[in-house]
């Protein structure tokens, strides 16, 4: 087998979801780490105005693909915007563009997705499940098409306390569903999506399931791979640490607790935290093509999943991540902190929504509350709003472990070149959770929030100031509800009054053994 730069090598790429997160960094890692592949194809629509082309013009003008630039200036003329809507019949795309497709396509990377997790059920079945339908028929019309790789998420089949790296059945026939959902209104949908679902969380993980069922049942004879990422976060090494561009996932949960806008958040500490570093993800996506464009021949009957974790092999949990994030940003924390970070994370509901009322909506009330005697237009209450709504859709997933068969990505590892190892690295067994979750948080201070560290003096300072008004504030509390204690009880009276006066003693003795000195 050729190693992984030399089976890219003139190599022709289609990509969707090339806009997306996991998208950027797979068409920059398949560019710098195989310099000779022939194009990559990104099936970008127009948006707010914009054209493919400028959108993509833009996209590559960011951080991300500043080593690039640095190692091959020209490396824009490899990439080549299609214009193209996934929900639109036939994609949206040409004739043109089909017919050049069909002719020059070598493989097919599927990454595009909606991955919010509340979607309506209509729109995350077009974007999730029919998308990939369409994808794979403009696949099967490909004369020169070696290998097809749909994206999927390791919480596909959440259902079930262990998932091996097969296709299960999906609760519903996905054809029956696409029917129904083409007559129903908006309103019934919503009513039965409950009962849709059934065990699932949200509709991501339910159409992310017929979505895979759909591949199976559609495959034909294509040759096909399923990467499953578990919740995918900021880049591990490349193409540096901590690179994160977007408040999706665990990222906006991080920035809310450095903010100390987040105090109390429902988990388990001991449930696994199942966090993968981008760059694993990307890595494992290029080799599993990699793989299964070399075995065209003497390929597998069923379709390879890989079951792209972390907890199985390098476990990290909750209650880590939460000391992780509390020292990262009381060391380097954000600018302009509304309270000192000190999240807390609690397995118990009513103690949670205890700690919610006394530590997230009253503070957020008065400072509300101080906004509108200033003139200013209140606003805490609306994003604790939003954060949490973002926490009840996350509570699933960090209340609850899961067990994943991770034997296709050993295998996969197995046949690589020590060279090709190196490279495209996605062993976790070397990932260092400490030193990964500090350049996580410090990711998104420099990335998402576009705070420079040299801000951080002054940043620190704020946090000094915000920890001297806290324990101001605490003493106050305490002297006014004491005094009040102390006018309603001659018990109360008679105790503060001894210890004044032995207060009183202690300093008279500590003066007169000093004069003696």
Known sequence: MVNIPEYYTGKKVLLSGATGFMGKVLLEKLLRSCPEVGAVYVMVRSKAGQSPQARVADMINCKLFEKLQAEQPDFAEKIVAVNSDLTLQELDLSKEDQSFLVENINVIFHCAATVRFNEPLKDSMQLNVLATQKMLALAHRMKHLEVFIHVSTAYAHCDREVIEEVIYPPPVDYRKLIDTLSWMDDDLVSTLTPKLIGERPNTYTFTKALAEYLVLQE????????????????????????????????????????????????????????????????????????????????????????????????????????????????????????????????????????????????????????????????????????????????????????????????????HMSPEDKKVFNFDVRQLNWAEYMESYCMGTKKYVLNEELSGLPAARKHLNKLRNIRYTFNTILMVLIWRIFIARSQMARNIWYFVVSLCFKFLSYFRASSTMR
Request: hydrophobic content about 40%; some cysteine.
């Open 219 to 414: 495959a034909g004879d294509l040759n096909i791979a399923i990467v499953r990422p578990s919740i995918v976060g900021a880049s591990w090494k490349e193409p540096f640490p901590g690179w994160i561009d977007n408040f999706n996932g665990p990222s906006g949960i991080f920035i809310a607790a450095g903010k100390g806008i987040l105090r109390t958040m429902r988990a388990s500490n001991d449930a696994v935290a199942d966090l993968v570093p981008v760059d694993v993800v990307i890595n494992t996506t290029l080799a599993a093509a990699w793989f299964s464009g070399s075995q065209r021949v003497n390929r597998p009957k069923s379709i390879l999943v890989y079951n792209c974790t972390t907890g199985g092999i390098n476990p990290f949990h909750w209650g880590e991540v939460e000391y992780c994030i509390n020292m990262t940003f009381k060391t380097n924390p954000l600018e302009q902190a509304f309270r000192r970070p000190n999240v807390n994370l609690r397995s118990n509901s009513f103690t949670n929504q205890y700690w919610t009322t006394v530590s997230h909506t009253l503070p957020a009330l008065l400072y509300d509350g101080y906004l509108r005697l200033m003139g200013h237009k209140p606003r805490m209450m609306k994003t604790i709003s939003r954060l949490h709504k973002a926490m009840m859709v996350l509570e699933y997933f960090t209340s609850h472990s899961w067990v994943w068969n991770t034997n296709n990505m050993a295998m996969l590892m197995a």
